[in-house]
């Protein structure tokens, strides 16, 4: 039986009873998933990424409960768990730079993005910067002042992207890895179309093209990279003929590059997208039930055949079959349970 080991990260707070990071495996020959262990004790570990060195994650909680961004070591490994501090609140999001040498962490309630250099065993070293961002948007409930939801670092140059919600902004900066230096003004800024809310980016290989699932517009808008500069030039609905309520939540790219993937919570469900092979916009062809409620996260395996999703509220991980030629999806039947899943990615 071949098995691919998944990391989760769960809420913790009451009435949850999970503790923080786990464990569970999939089987790769039926989808189904196998009993979960605790990995190591968080409080929210909301988002989680794994390395060649260790998980990192974030615990989400506001300042004055002392968020910190946590680098647990792979089990073989003589390092140590340690910790950062966090300056902002609630930490949603954990980037990890190509070379394993930088971390950003997204803090949603105090739209900050904190800066951490990496020691050469994955080791959290210290906090190098604070980037603070500024504005507000139209939407009077979730718009009231920015909300740090995602930075990415790019895989083919120095620079990072930052995704604002609150003050509907995505930021590319550059920064200078010999030096650890990171510039506090953006060397491009996009305004989102007003009200958006974007939450999630995903770049493809070649980091020309660009996907943006904003949460409150419940729609994706296409970036394309044109002489060096950013342009929106697609925006789609994520998902289509379906009532909207303002809870978009994932994107991913399958490995190929040939089908897009987003999950919708308020619908629970996941709908899938043609990428058009001349002009690289998606073009919708499915929705599916993620047999759950809530599916905050999902992850599509490295091998492209299967897809797992978090469902946040009915406290269940659920196994599909993905078809790499269609790109459809079918229920394995097999679920399992876990309170308060919110985030899952394999481990390497």
Same mark, same amino acid.
């Given at each position: 039986?071949?098995?691919?080991? &998944? *990391?989760?990260?769960?809420?913790?707070?009451?009435?949850?009873?999970?503790?923080?990071? @786990?464990?569970?495996?999939?089987?790769?020959?039926?989808?189904?998933?196998?009993?979960?262990?605790?990995?190591?004790?968080?409080?929210?570990?909301?988002?989680?990424?794994?390395?060649?060195?260790?998980?990192?994650?974030?615990?989400?909680?506001?300042?004055?409960?002392?968020?910190?961004?946590?680098?647990?070591?792979?089990?073989?490994?003589? /390092?140590?768990?340690?910790?950062?501090?966090?300056?902002?609140?609630?930490?949603?999001?954990?980037?990890? %730079?190509?070379?394993?040498?930088? %971390? $950003?962490?997204?803090?949603? !309630?105090?739209? /900050?993005?904190?800066?951490?250099?990496?020691?050469?065993?994955?080791?959290?070293?210290?906090?190098?910067?604070?980037?603070?961002?500024?504005?507000?948007?139209?939407?009077?409930?979730?718009?009231?002042?920015?909300?740090?939801?995602?930075?990415?670092?790019?895989?083919?140059?120095?620079?990072?992207?930052?995704?604002? &919600?609150?003050?509907?902004? $995505?930021?590319?900066?550059?920064?200078?890895?010999?030096?650890?230096?990171?510039?506090?003004?953006?060397?491009?800024?996009?305004?989102?179309?007003?009200?958006?809310?974007?939450?999630?980016?995903?770049?493809?290989? +070649?980091?020309?093209? %660009?996907?943006?699932?904003?949460?409150?517009?419940?729609?994706?808008?296409? =970036?394309?990279?044109? =002489?060096?500069?950013?342009?929106?030039?697609?925006?789609?609905?994520? &998902?289509?003929?379906?009532?909207?309520?303002? +809870?978009? +939540?994932?994107?991913? &790219?399958?490995?190929?590059?040939?089908?897009?993937?987003?999950?919708?919570?308020?619908? !629970?469900?996941?709908?899938?997208?043609?990428?058009? !092979?001349?002009?690289?916009?998606? $073009?919708?062809?499915?929705?599916?039930?993620?047999?759950?409620?809530?599916?905050?996260?999902?992850?599509?395996?490295?091998?492209?055949?299967?897809?797992?999703?978090?469902?946040?509220?009915?406290?269940?991980?659920?196994?599909?079959?993905?078809?790499?030629?269609?790109?459809?999806?079918? @229920?394995?039947?097999?679920?399992?349970?876990?309170? /308060?899943?919110?985030?899952? *990615?394999?481990?390497?």
């Amino acid at each position: 039986m071949k098995i691919l080991p &998944l *990391t989760i990260g769960c809420y913790t707070d009451t009435p949850s009873k999970s503790q923080g990071v @786990y464990q569970t495996q999939l089987d790769l020959g039926t989808g189904k998933l196998l009993p979960f262990k605790l990995v190591a004790e968080c409080n929210n570990p909301s988002f989680v990424v794994a390395t060649k060195l260790g998980i990192y994650t974030a615990s989400e909680v506001e300042q004055p409960k002392q968020p910190q961004l946590f680098h647990i070591p792979n089990t073989y490994s003589k /390092t140590t768990t340690n910790s950062g501090v966090i300056s902002g609140s609630h930490p949603c999001h954990v980037a990890i %730079a190509p070379n394993n040498k930088f %971390a $950003i962490t997204s803090q949603y !309630s105090s739209g /900050t993005f904190d800066i951490f250099s990496l020691s050469i065993n994955g080791n959290i070293d210290k906090r190098l910067k604070t980037i603070k961002m500024v504005g507000s948007g139209p939407n009077k409930d979730r718009q009231t002042g920015p909300h740090a939801h995602q930075c990415l670092f790019l895989q083919n140059s120095p620079q990072f992207v930052t995704i604002d &919600l609150g003050a509907d902004k $995505i930021n590319f900066y550059c920064f200078d890895e010999e030096q650890e230096e990171f510039l506090d003004e953006p060397m491009q800024s996009i305004k989102a179309p007003a009200g958006n809310g974007p939450r999630h980016l995903v770049f493809n290989k +070649a980091e020309d093209k %660009a996907y943006v699932l904003c949460e409150l517009s419940e729609t994706i808008l296409m =970036l394309e990279k044109v =002489l060096g500069v950013w342009s929106i030039v697609e925006e789609i609905d994520a &998902l289509p003929n379906m009532e909207k309520g303002e +809870a978009a +939540a994932a994107i991913k &790219l399958s490995p190929d590059e040939q089908f897009l993937y987003v999950s919708g919570r308020y619908q !629970s469900r996941i709908s899938s997208f043609r990428i058009d !092979s001349m002009t690289k916009i998606p $073009i919708f062809i499915d929705s599916y039930n993620t047999e759950g409620n809530f599916p905050r996260d999902f992850h599509i395996t490295d091998c492209g055949q299967w897809l797992i999703a978090a469902n946040q509220h009915s406290n269940n991980i659920t196994s599909f079959k993905r078809d790499n030629k269609d790109g459809s999806l079918v @229920y394995t039947g097999y679920s399992l349970e876990i309170d /308060t899943p919110v985030c899952i *990615t394999q481990q390497l």
